[in-house]
């Protein structure tokens, strides 16, 4: 089946424009999360979500970060007013549930491929 | 608090060379802990995982053992080939499933 998707897979930007990031994910799956990585570094949790319930935004770095999920499905997440230090690799997981306490809850977190987002 | 170290890249070996890749966390708790791999031009996938103290990860002949006494999981294949030249990424989990990865250590395997 399909994996998770991510669009645009490249994204250069004037700084102080706002970007869109889209990420499709496995059908059926209940969570999403959203990471961000910097060259030379592992991802860093931005936010998750499960459904269209936003769980966790603690990771967001400031306000001109957001994101939804508004059907439970799809989900974007939104750069207002970018800056050069906003450029990263951006990476969207989806996995069956956010999982919980106990070895037979944790659940595997499938990455789509990224976005780069260059800020000039 | 809640971070991933591992050992810094990148590392270079020889086609059927012993890997270690060192990786050591903080945690209140205890966490799964996974190692998750990046190809040239592809996104992460994930490699192998554990879910409680003692316990063996394993997949394409590479292992990690969740030691919860030192806090580590170091990663070990026996016998590398090219095709392992990849970036790889000590990770272990959070409230609500979220990761937390390491800064990720670069292979290279030469033929």
């Known amino acids: 089946g399909a994996g998770v998707s991510q669009s645009p897979r490249y994204k250069v930007t004037k700084r102080g424009q706002d970007v869109a990031l889209r990420c499709d994910p496995i059908s059926g799956h209940v969570s999403l999360y959203w990471y961000r990585q910097a060259l030379g570094q592992g991802p860093e949790f931005l936010t998750y979500f499960n459904y269209e319930a936003q769980q966790d935004k603690s990771g967001l770095p400031n306000d001109r970060f957001s994101a939804e999920r508004p059907e439970g499905s799809i989900s974007t997440l939104t750069i207002q007013r970018t800056e050069q230090r906003d450029s990263a690799m951006y990476r969207c997981?989806?996995?069956?549930?956010?999982?919980?306490?106990?070895?037979?809850?944790?659940?595997?977190?499938?990455f789509g491929p990224g976005t780069r987002l260059t800020v000039t | 608090g809640n971070s991933v170290t591992q050992m810094e890249g990148p590392v270079t070996l020889s086609e059927e060379a012993f890997l270690t890749i060192n990786c050591t966390y903080t945690a209140t708790g205890y966490p799964s802990l996974f190692w998750y791999v990046q190809y040239p031009g592809e996104g992460l996938q994930l490699l192998l995982k554990?879910?409680?103290?003692?316990d063996k990860g394993s997949n394409k002949g590479f292992e990690a053992t969740y030691r919860k006494e030192t806090t580590s999981f170091h990663l070990e294949k026996g016998s590398v080939q090219v095709s392992d030249s990849a970036v790889y990424f000590c990770?272990?989990?959070?409230?609500?499933?979220?990761?937390?990865f390491g800064q990720g250590t670069e292979l290279s395997v030469k033929p």
């Open positions: 990770a272990r989990n959070h409230a609500g499933g979220k990761l937390i």
């Open positions: 554990a879910t409680k103290a003692d």
């Open positions: 997981a989806s996995s069956f549930d956010a999982g919980g306490q106990g070895a037979n809850m944790v659940y595997e977190q499938y």
